[in-house]
């Protein structure tokens, strides 16, 4: 059964500060895709990345990166120099069965200036 | 214009009311989903469909039924809500085109209280 695990289910950061927000999925599934969205308090979900199992490189956009890592099943993601505007519910997802998504329960991110 | 839009985006209704919500793509998509977002769990997924005659239970579909009028539309209906059934709920759409993930674009979600 495919799993998504968020540990942090809250993180309160300084503006400027480097953050890291953990990911961690379980599957049996030797092709899967892993992804990334955030939900600002607006509510609604936007898309960030989107990154399959065979491509083990790092992605940076920005002050966004991405660091996949299948030895210990990880897809955490990293917000540099985080502002204000970062605040957000981040969500890591897996796929599943083609185009089915399992989602983590979220991480809260709290910037203060 | 988004491209995915949910109606209503904010309701209030009694236990035991019959409620519809809609869901409506300019993106040309095939695949169609419904999810519910309760706190600490993430998003789950009620129903999905593939195409107009193809309409799939998702993880939690007790107590929810759905309609695929048209490529463009998906409906999720509560016979008889429930408070329990009180959650944010998103539509997604993505391209079934491929033989690859896509990738789910969300609807702005409707806020949904059952009294």
């Known amino acids: 059964a495919q799993k998504v695990t968020q540990a942090q289910t809250e993180i309160s950061v300084v503006e400027k500060e480097d953050v890291t927000l953990d990911c961690v999925y379980e599957t049996r599934d030797t092709t899967y895709y892993l992804f990334w969205y955030k939900q600002p308090p607006s509510g609604e979900l936007v898309f960030l990345i989107r990154r399959n199992s065979f491509d083990e490189q790092n992605e940076i956009s920005g002050r966004y990166s991405w660091n996949f890592q299948k030895s210990t099943s990880s897809f955490n993601f990293t917000i540099t120099a985080s502002q204000v505007v970062d605040s957000a519910v981040y969500f890591c997802a897996l796929s599943w069965a083609g185009n089915m998504l399992t989602f983590g329960g979220g991480t809260r991110l709290m910037v203060k200036p | 214009d988004a491209d995915v839009t949910q109606t209503p985006r904010n309701r209030i209704t009694k236990t035991g009311k019959r409620i519809m919500l809609e869901c409506s793509q300019t993106?040309?998509?095939?695949?169609m989903y419904w999810y519910r977002q309760d706190p600490g769990l993430g998003l789950r997924l009620i129903y999905y469909s593939f195409d107009v005659k193809d309409i799939n239970k998702g993880e939690i579909s007790d107590g929810y039924s759905v309609s695929r009028q048209a490529q463009a539309k998906f409906s999720l209906s509560l016979e008889s809500a429930i408070p329990n059934q009180t959650a944010l709920y998103f539509c997604?759409?993505?391209?079934?085109?491929?033989?690859?993930?896509?990738?789910?674009?969300f609807g702005p979600g409707t806020r949904l209280t059952v009294l």
């Open positions: 993106k040309g998509h095939d695949r």
């Open positions: 997604a759409t993505s391209d079934g085109d491929r033989m690859i993930t896509d990738t789910q674009y």
